[in-house]
């Protein structure tokens, strides 16, 4: 595809997000842009010698970026609850509720997960028996051996997988849950960085670049809670609207008019 073909896509796809998800525009862009951003400062911070200890505390165990990796999974699961409550409302089906259900579940388990099932905050000694085989010595399974193989791979697999759900656009069946364009770019960056920091399980500095990349690791997990967070928030704005819109055509239908009614008409 041409580059001017390109360009004119994805305007296309802004423009086409404005109107289903009732944002600016300008805030899409800035969607689109934001992982850029915070990997090339994350990288320019880790790189420059007067700023790589505190770039190193930041991206610390129990430090600010994992902190706010938790509050963003807190209120991702508000939004799926949220969600839950709108789809048994809607009468949707049992597997879409069941679906919603674990999903909150789930991120409650990775939320916890994040500190250590409470660990940082009460300060609990870890069981001998899992801080003799944990990474970290810490209270939580992720860093076990094995189990953190497998969080590894679900990285990778991640981002790819919401790359490929973007191809949902052309089909009617499944459009609704299809990430919008913007998201790309996040899913992107996941891929590559997730990608390059998979080697380093199983051999540890391997070489310099991914000794480089084992420090964005935080950086990586932030962005896969955001991008998720991001996803069902725009899957959310996009359910309010249509029901809104859904609820006032079944108004006009009702009151027997095909059009609502033009205030600017001249009588």
Sequence with gaps: ??????????????????????????????????????????????????????????????????????????????????????????????????????????????????????QWVFGFETPEAIRSVNRQREMNIHNLPGIHALFE??????????????????????????????????FVVIVVIAALDLPNYYRPGMNILFIAVSRLVEVLELLIYASLFLYLWFYERKFKFHKFQNSRDTYRFREGRTALPNKNKKR
């Design 153 to 186: 791979i679900f990285r990778v697999l991640y981002g790819i997988v919401g790359l490929w759900a973007m191809r949902f656009t052309a089909s009617l069946r499944f459009r609704s849950l299809a990430p919008h364009f913007v998201l790309s770019s996040w």
């Design 1 to 118: 595809m041409e580059l001017p073909k390109i360009i004119q896509r994805f305007r296309d796809e802004i423009d086409k997000g404005v109107r289903d998800y009732k944002v600016p525009s300008g805030f899409l862009w800035g969607v689109f842009v934001a992982p850029i951003i915070v990997l090339c400062l994350a990288v320019a911070f880790l790189a420059c010698s007067s700023t790589r200890p505190w770039a190193r505390w930041m991206l610390s165990e129990a430090h600010p970026v994992e902190w706010l990796q938790f509050f963003i999974l807190i209120m991702t699961m508000v939004l799926v609850i949220r969600l839950l409550i709108h789809a048994r409302h809607a009468n949707r089906t049992v597997v879409i509720q069941g679906a919603l259900f674990f999903m909150v579940l789930g991120i409650f388990f990775v939320a916890m997960e994040e500190i250590s099932w409470g």
